[in-house]
């Protein structure tokens, strides 16, 4: 079975530029999950979806953040306008449950934003 | 809310040495995860523990639950190269909560 697809793996542009991040989660999976990687701050939630709604955004940092979950299969995370310190790795993961079942993590969109 | 402290931040191991890391949490979890991530890599699940006072084994490694179910423990014997990484707990009350980790780096 596919795991959970991120794309791109490696995105570099110029701050103040609208970056998309994609992720497919493995089929069946009711949640999907947004997380960024940095060396400060660790391994932080961004937000969730569960059956393609949005459960808990408190971790989006700010505005310029938006995540959608148009169906079950895919979802975007996007910075507008982009800004230096977003430069981090992006996760998705999903699983079947939110708390009880592991999640399985996509290989992650290293963003850097000059 | 909930908060998932891990020690030590770094554990810099002599090949064939036993080592632990340790996970604590602010509140009483239902269950708890542990997670590995080689470098470059994604977290990968290692194991889960829900019962107070649980053990599990995988081979070298011991993943332990309070019997308060309020800090966890993992303990590597006999390290290996393949051990490097970093290891991340996350605990569950309605939503998984990471520790901030423990990078291993392995001397041969």
């Known amino acids: 079975d596919a795991g959970v697809i991120q794309s791109p793996r490696h995105e570099v542009t110029e701050m103040g530029q609208e970056v998309t991040l994609r992720c497919k989660p493995i089929?069946?999976?009711?949640?999907l999950f947004w997380y960024r990687q940095t060396m400060m701050r660790g391994l932080e939630l961004l937000i969730y979806?569960?059956?393609?709604?949005?459960?808990?955004d408190s971790g989006m940092p700010e505005d310029r953040f938006s995540a959608k979950m148009p169906n079950a299969s895919f979802s975007t995370l996007k910075i507008q306008p982009s800004e230096p310190r977003d430069s981090a790795v992006y996760f998705c993961?999903?699983?079947?449950?939110?708390?009880?079942?592991?999640?399985?993590f996509g290989d992650g969109t290293r963003l850097s934003i000059l | 809310g909930q908060q998932v402290m891990q020690i030590p931040q770094y554990q810099h191991v002599q090949e064939g040495e036993d080592f632990t890391t340790y996970c604590n949490s602010s509140t009483t979890l239902s269950n708890i995860q542990w997670y590995k991530q080689r470098p470059g890599g994604h977290p990968v699940f290692l194991i889960q523990?829900?019962?107070?006072?649980e053990v599990k084994k995988q081979k070298r490694l011991t993943f332990q639950f309070g019997e308060a179910k309020k800090n966890s423990s993992l303990h590597i014997t006999a390290t290996q190269t393949t051990d490097v990484g970093t290891y991340f707990c996350a605990g569950n009350d309605y939503k998984l909560s990471f520790g901030a980790g423990t990078t291993v780096t392995v001397r041969a």
């Open positions: 979806f569960n059956n393609n709604v949005p459960i808990d």
């Open positions: 993961a999903s699983s079947y449950d939110s708390a009880h079942q592991p999640q399985h």
């Open positions: 523990l829900v019962k107070s006072g």
């Open positions: 089929s069946g999976h009711d949640y």
